[in-house]
Structure formats: structure tokens, C-alpha cells
């Protein structure tokens, strides 16, 4: 399949990336261990399952994969939106990051079924069986599925990725003409 455009999903991926290391060469204390598994309510229609990691770093205990079994008939179309479901129906601890729901802020990004994606714009009827989900996996991890992103956002201000302007600043905002917005489109 030619994927013409970034929100075109393959129909088939050849090489499935793992999100985590399957515990090869990984020190004791830093192993995914089998977590609890939460069973679907006895009267849901559709089930979906998720296996979420979970990290605690007060507990001092190791990393672990809980599942979760959610009625999709209760729950929204999103990631996100079985995420909350999740965290307001089944377990309250469950902890993560949202903002916008429409995809802009990048808050609500994380590692699902092994490729980096934003929880708010994945489908859930595009996951996998059962759907795993983790944090993003080239950041520490704060909790749950929490990076920290204070080095991603030093390096952001690094480059300083905004307009800047060599003329002062007025004491008003600064407007913007037609023609001035038409060459920041390519127009």
C-alpha cells in the first residue's frame, strides 16, 4: 500500500517495534512484571482489552502491565477516550497526560502497539487485540504514562521554533495584513 498522505494507516505492518525491552539484559529491578488484570463489567456488550503500563516510582516496586477490559459500548471512539474511562470507572490511580482532545498540544502522546501516537487522534478500532499501551520511549519516565519532558522542551526553546521579527516591539500587538499571512501560507 502507497501511503500518500500522514494520516493513512498502513493495512499491514511488516515489522511491529517493541515498545520496551522484553526484559533481555535488563537489570532486576527494571523488569515489567505481570500486574492486576480488571474484569469487564458482567454486562458488557463489546470488550475491548488494554495492557497498560504501570510505573510507580514511590512504591519501589518494579514496572508492571495491568490489564484492563472495557466495554467499548460505553466508551467513546478514542484511546483517550477509554483512557478516562479507564481512570474514572475502573482505576482511579491510572495516571496520564491530556490537554486539547484535538490533536494540536501533544500532551496526550504515547507509545500504542508499539509506534508513537497521540492518544485523542488513534482509534481504538485500530488497535491491536489486545492494545498495549506505554509511555513514549525515549523519555524517563515520571509516572504511569508520564514522561518527563523537561529536556524535550529545553531543546525546544533552543531552537526557538516561533516567528521573531528584527523591528522592536510595539506597544500594541503587531496586525497582520492579508498579504503578510499569504506569504506564511506560500501564497
Given at each position: 500500500m502507497?501511503i ?24 532486576a529491578?527494571?523488569?515489567i512484571?505481570r500486574?492486576?488484570t480488571w474484569?469487564?463489567?458482567?454486562n458488557a ?12 516510582p514511590?512504591?519501589?516496586e518494579?514496572?508492571r502491565i495491568?490489564?484492563?477490559q472495557v ?11 477509554a483512557?478516562?474511562?479507564i ?11 491530556r ?16 509506534v508513537n501516537?497521540l492518544a ?6 485500530d488497535?491491536?487485540?489486545?492494545a498495549?499501551?506505554?509511555p513514549?520511549n ?5 509516572k ?13 526553546a533552543l ?19 492579508t498579504?503578510d499571512?499569504?506569504k506564511?501560507d506560500?501564497?
Open positions: 502507497l500518500r498522505s500522514s494520516d493513512q494507516l498502513p493495512r499491514v505492518t511488516a515489522l511491529k517495534r517493541f515498545p520496551v525491552p522484553r526484559n533481555f539484559n535488563v537489570s529491578e527494571s523488569r512484571e500486574g492486576r474484569p469487564a463489567p458482567t456488550t463489546r470488550v475491548k482489552k488494554f495492557e497498560i503500563y504501570r510505573y510507580n514511590d512504591s519501589g518494579n514496572p495491568d490489564v484492563y466495554d467499548l459500548a460505553a466508551c467513546g471512539p478514542m484511546i483517550l477516550d483512557l478516562i474511562k481512570k474514572n470507572e475502573i482505576d482511579p490511580t491510572l495516571t496520564f497526560r490537554s486539547c482532545r484535538e490533536g494540536i498540544c501533544g500532551s496526550c502522546s504515547m507509545n500504542i502497539d508499539g501516537w485523542c487522534t488513534r482509534f481504538i478500532s488497535t491491536a487485540e489486545p498495549t499501551i506505554y513514549l525515549h523519555l524517563r519516565v515520571i504511569d504514562l508520564v514522561p518527563d519532558v523537561t529536556h524535550l522542551f529545553a531543546q525546544y531552537i526557538e521554533p516561533w516567528l521573531q521579527t528584527t523591528t522592536p516591539d510595539p506597544e500594541k500587538e503587531r496586525l497582520q495584513s498579504k499571512r499569504n506564511i506560500g501564497y
